[in-house]
């Protein structure tokens, strides 16, 4: 029977090697797949240019428009809440960026511990807010896929796990990171092959849409 420490090991050694290679292929595939649509050959004049169009189209889309906030002020807060803090958990922890520098070569400096706990925390309650308004909204309920839960729990078990292994609240502790390690591995495996490649494709595809509006001479 393997021990705690030697499913820590496995998760963080082989299991982590074969995410890693799964994520990163299946990401290229779908990148692939999708600039190799291409786009048939725009024969009207152009009325604009196309690069500064399309990066404006993509910082505006970060911020809400008034009139999607008067419409689901919800969706808009709790969704920005969560998706800031799932980043900041991510990326400015700083036993994760010493992971990704000893994956990629890359660092930068990360935020406090207990600021990271705490925003952990927030993300935590607002993943869970989101789950419980898609589940007694009817129109969310009735418009939502298996995959839509799919993702909320993959999304939401490293936090979670994450936040359980850094408080020692399962013993032993080797059990609770390798299930942390765990539950990041099958986001990193999940998320080529779900509507999780927005983290990726939305900038392309707001940028797309900004240059063919900038083309056209039409404010995006």
Known sequence: ????????????????????AIFVLGILIRLVEIFALGRSRNFAEPRGGQVIPGLKTVYKRFNPD???????????????VWHIGFIVALLLFIPH????????????????????????????????????????HPVKRFLSTPEDYVIWAVTFLPVLTGYIAYHRL?????????????????????????KLTHIFTAVVARWFNGANFGRKGVQS
């Open 1 to 20: 029977m393997m021990s705690s420490m030697d499913f820590l090991l496995f998760t963080k050694g082989p299991l982590f090697q074969v995410a890693i």
């Open 66 to 80: 008034p009139g999607t906030f008067r419409r689901a002020p919800f969706d808009v807060v709790v969704g920005t």
């Open 97 to 136: 960026v010493e992971v990704i520098k000893a994956t990629v070569g890359l660092a930068w400096p990360g935020l406090p511990n207990p600021v990271v706990d705490a925003v952990t925390a927030i993300t935590l309650l607002g993943l869970i807010a989101a789950l419980i308004h898609r589940l007694t």
């Open 170 to 194: 399962v013993n032993p502790y080797p059990l609770a990171l390798g299930v942390h390690i765990l539950t990041a591995e099958i986001f990193l495996i999940v998320l080529p092959f779900t």
